[in-house]
């Protein structure tokens, strides 16, 4: 089955803009999506502007049948709350792991029930679309899509409030797709994340980057002599080649000769462009950590 053909749930961040929604759902529909629900994300509606927006969505979905396109698709409008009740606004560490541990939880659940989803990152603070975003890499795979929504200048001003919520074939408006890698497809175990804190999060992630790291580190020490290594771990430490020659003993000459091919090695590893000077700093950089944790382990 194509993915025009299976169910799809459509998720959008919104602000005080209801056309974001709608050009966003008519775009998948003209398209061939099989669009079943909509879900539209937001802060409490105390500004009159996120009130009128929701009410023309309310208009567009009368008993969950949507009328521009004359078809039965399921309409639900849902408020950030961080548990107890529900976020005005995002203005504060406590309201982003809020709308973080709201946006995770929704996803999370879509999944868990086998859904596939656009999630179209159109209005509303920007952060809300971040934590969206963000979830979307830890619980999102392969036939999940994440969407901006391009509007020409020229339709943002005549659309601007609701006052076009459905475009003509002449109005410059499309959906262009993110590329993201659904990381928690290839890592089942960051799924565990869905319910972390921000802090956990970005702890977790600099804890993937630094087991990267390590691997390439490892695959050029791999291919070095034991002399190589030895020139690679002094520099690593912060020695300059020259108080690396004199600490083995050996000329300049010979030292350069070794980081020529150690920086060889890690140009290829790390796929650095050819234009790209590397120096010993580099190998500072990418190797002290490694040497760093050896030494104290």
Not at 88 to 109: G, K, P, R, Y
Not at 135 to 161: C, I, M, N, P
Not at 170 to 195: C, H, K, M, T
Request: glycine share 6%.
């Amino acid at each position: 089955m194509s993915n025009h053909q299976t169910p799809r749930i459509l998720v959008a961040t919104m602000g005080g803009q209801s056309q974001v929604v709608t050009f966003a759902l008519d775009w998948l529909l003209q398209r061939g999506d099989a669009i079943v629900q909509v879900i539209v994300l937001h802060v409490a509606p105390q500004n009159p502007r996120t009130r009128r927006a929701l009410k023309q969505l309310a208009s567009e979905f009368p008993g969950d049948q949507y009328l521009f396109a004359d078809m039965s698709i399921r309409y639900r409008a849902l408020t950030l709350s961080d548990g107890t009740s529900s976020l005005t606004d995002i203005q504060s560490a406590a309201d982003a792991e809020a709308t973080w541990q709201f946006v995770h939880h929704l996803l999370s659940d879509l999944k868990a029930e086998g859904h596939s989803i656009d999630l179209v990152i159109a209005g509303g603070r920007r952060i809300m679309g971040l934590m969206a975003q963000s979830a979307a890499l830890l619980l999102f795979g392969h036939q999940d899509r994440v969407w901006h929504l391009y509007t020409s200048e020229t339709l943002l001003k005549r659309a601007q409030d609701g006052a076009i919520r459905h475009a003509s074939p002449n109005d410059d408006v499309r959906l262009i797709q993110v590329p993201f890698i659904p990381w928690g497809s290839y890592f089942p175990a960051l799924r565990e994340l869905a319910g972390a804190t921000p802090e956990r999060v970005r702890a977790n992630q600099i804890r993937q980057l630094d087991n990267q790291e390590r691997v390439h580190c490892e695959n050029v020490m791999r291919q070095l002599t034991d002399r190589q290594r030895d020139v690679l771990r002094l520099l690593a430490m912060g020695r300059s080649p020259q108080a690396t020659a004199e600490e083995m003993n050996v000329s300049l000459k010979t030292v350069d000769t070794h980081k020529t091919k150690i920086l060889d090695l890690c140009r290829n590893e790390w796929q650095v462009l050819p234009e790209t000077r590397l120096d010993y700093h580099f190998v500072r950089d990418k190797f002290r950590n490694l040497f760093e944790a050896t030494n104290t382990g």
